[in-house]
């Protein structure tokens, strides 16, 4: 069985493989009487979209979204919301050494293992390219959550980390790497580019953080917040790693380090720490929603790895074409657009049980 949907009371469902003539999504479950347009979708695009700089693959795609149905006169109507982005940018002479042998770190071989027969243009329906559908599903999705902001920003490259004292979330937006640091932006663009010019690939660490969730969000069992997050984040290409609030780190507190203490406030209680993540027994607390997304460094790469072929003879394999020195740095958007698809699902089942 093939599955190409992801949430409960707002699914979205994504289509289309990276060579394809398009791809898209078609979203599910969103209220009525939403004011959307193509203009309220692109600008996430944009974020994500290749070729903006020489820290990312030089494919040259606009990523035009279309919207098919489920808008009359400038807002929703209920009925599921088909999204449709052209891929006009294809270049699949250059994976014609991919047809024969297996990239190691990609999906090839299991891919093959599984269905007997595979896309190798890219990577088809494994590419990295079919997020582009999400990030067009996540901007639907944040119209049905006004009350939320999310902001994601990378806080590690390569292991370098960012200088958690000079964050500054305004420089988000004024470098190639979604950088909230000065600082880290400069050594960055140094190991980024000495990672291209070498035919190679970095790791990256994107952290997101949603401000506004309010309590109450999230279920005690099978439908946590933070499980959904985790799977949804894991979703992603080439994300290993998802940490919720503290992550791996609350494994070495103590019980009392680990503790975030409660005061009586004004409006109610006052969080003393998040080292939850604003997640308990997977129920939103009211506090930030903080998420980490660890991006293995890209499998496509220019030096020579060895590999098989699909007879299971020994070979070595180097992946031609244009491809990211760093995945992570567009999965940012990505990362954001998810944040979006599962608090969004979480706002209105919430709303459906608890009114």
Same mark, same amino acid.
């Given at each position: 069985m093939s599955y190409n949907t992801f949430g409960r009371a707002l699914r979205f469902t994504t289509w289309g493989e990276s060579h394809?003539?398009?791809?898209?999504?078609?979203?599910?479950?969103?209220?009525?009487?939403?004011?959307?347009?193509?203009?309220d979708i692109q600008p996430f695009m944009d974020a994500r979209r290749p070729g903006q700089s020489k820290y990312t693959t030089q494919r040259q795609e606009p990523d035009a979204v279309r919207i098919l149905s489920g808008v009359f006169e400038g807002r929703t109507t209920g009925t599921p919301i088909s999204l449709m982005i052209e891929n006009v940018d294809q270049r699949s002479k250059d994976y014609s050494e991919v047809?024969?042998?297996?990239?190691?770190?990609?999906?090839d071989y299991a891919y093959d293992a599984k269905y007997g027969f595979r896309d190798y243009r890219g990577g088809?329906?494994?590419?990295?390219?079919?997020?582009?559908?999400?990030?067009?599903?996540?901007?639907?999705?944040?119209?049905?959550?006004?009350?939320?902001?999310?902001?994601a920003y990378i806080s590690q490259?390569?292991?370098?980390?960012?200088?958690?004292?000079?964050?500054? !979330?305004?420089?988000?937006?004024?470098?190639?790497? !979604?950088?909230?640091?000065?600082?880290?932006?400069?050594?960055?663009?140094?190991l980024v580019d000495e990672a291209r010019l070498a035919g190679s690939s970095l790791g990256a660490v994107v952290e997101c953080v949603a401000n506004g969730?309010?309590?109450?969000w999230g279920?005690?069992?099978?439908?946590?917040?933070?499980?959904?997050?985790?799977?949804?984040?894991?979703?992603?290409?080439?994300?290993?790693?998802?940490?919720?609030?503290?992550?791996?780190?609350?494994?070495?507190?103590?019980?009392?380090?680990?503790?975030?203490?409660?005061r009586s406030g004004e409006s109610g209680p006052e969080f003393e720490a998040n080292h939850a993540g604003g997640i308990a027994g997977g129920i939103s607390t009211g506090q930030p929603v903080v998420c980490r997304v660890a991006f293995k460094p890209t499998s496509s790469i220019l030096t020579a790895?060895?590999?098989?072929?699909?007879?299971?003879?020994?070979?070595?394999i180097r992946t031609k074409g244009r491809?990211?020195?760093c995945v992570g740095i567009r999965g940012t958007p990505v990362v954001e657009a998810m944040m979006a698809l599962v608090l969004a699902d979480h706002k209105l089942l919430h709303r459906a049980q608890c009114g």
């Open positions: 394809g003539p398009a791809l898209g999504a078609v979203v599910d479950g969103c209220p009525p009487g939403l004011a959307l347009s193509e203009a047809a024969k042998a297996y990239r190691p770190g990609h999906a088809g329906r494994s590419s990295a390219r079919e997020t582009a559908a999400r990030v067009a599903a996540g901007a639907v999705a944040r119209l049905v959550i006004p009350e939320v902001t999310i902001t490259i390569g292991g370098d980390e960012i200088d958690r004292a000079a964050i500054d !979330f305004a420089k988000i937006g004024n470098n190639p790497f !979604f950088c909230p640091d000065p600082a880290a932006t400069v050594r960055w663009e140094k969730v309010p309590a109450g279920a005690p069992i099978y439908a946590k917040l933070d499980a959904d997050l985790a799977g949804g984040m894991m979703g992603i290409n080439a994300v290993k790693g998802v940490e919720i609030g503290d992550g791996f780190l609350a494994a070495t507190l103590t019980g009392e380090q680990n503790a975030d203490p409660m790895v060895d590999t098989i072929d699909r007879d299971g003879e020994n070979t070595q491809h990211d020195p």
